[in-house]
């Protein structure tokens, strides 16, 4: 059963993306490319997620950018990420993360995404507690734009595939 509140701490670290290591991040980031042409960013359209490798859609996340003041809001929370984590975060915001740290991560990420209005690469580095070691997880964070002006929705995606298994006895531990 999952604690309610979970302990694990979560440190982030930005890097190029072209450092990511999973198999996918490359596809991923060349769809989003292809997608973008010449803009900053893609516009967001539902049909465009079918574009993407199916194999990392389930690992998906988009959330739509709200202003006045910011804020993120999960539009799309894939099955993956629900089997992982379980919980699905859809119609909430990354705030809702617990423990606490962790969305404040997550919200300082959507925010950096916005504001530099380009792909932006993270690893997290999860420790359940400090005399365990670190697990290291990938995350790609894309902008998309409606108005070819602003960022409208950021889609991301986060490798939980690679040792799929020892990420949910993580998650059911905390």
Known sequence: ???????????????????????????????????????????????????????????????????????????????????????????????????????RAIDREYRMVVAERRAIAFVHDLRPRTDQPSRFQECLRLPMSNDGETVTHVISYSDWQTENEKWKRFFETQ
Not at 36 to 63: C, H, N, R
């Open 1 to 103: 059963m999952r604690n309610p509140t979970p302990t694990y701490k979560l440190v982030h670290h930005q890097l190029a993306a072209s450092d990511l290591g999973g198999p996918l991040f490359q596809p991923v980031l060349q769809v989003w490319n292809e997608l973008k042409k010449d803009a900053f960013a893609p516009s967001w359209a539902v049909a465009d997620i079918l574009k993407y490798p199916a194999a990392a859609v389930p690992y998906f996340t988009v959330v739509e950018v709200i202003e006045n003041p910011q804020k993120f809001k999960y539009r799309f929370w894939g099955t993956g990420l629900a089997d992982v984590k379980g919980f699905d975060y859809t119609g909430r915001s990354p705030l809702d993360h617990l423990p606490e740290e962790h969305g």
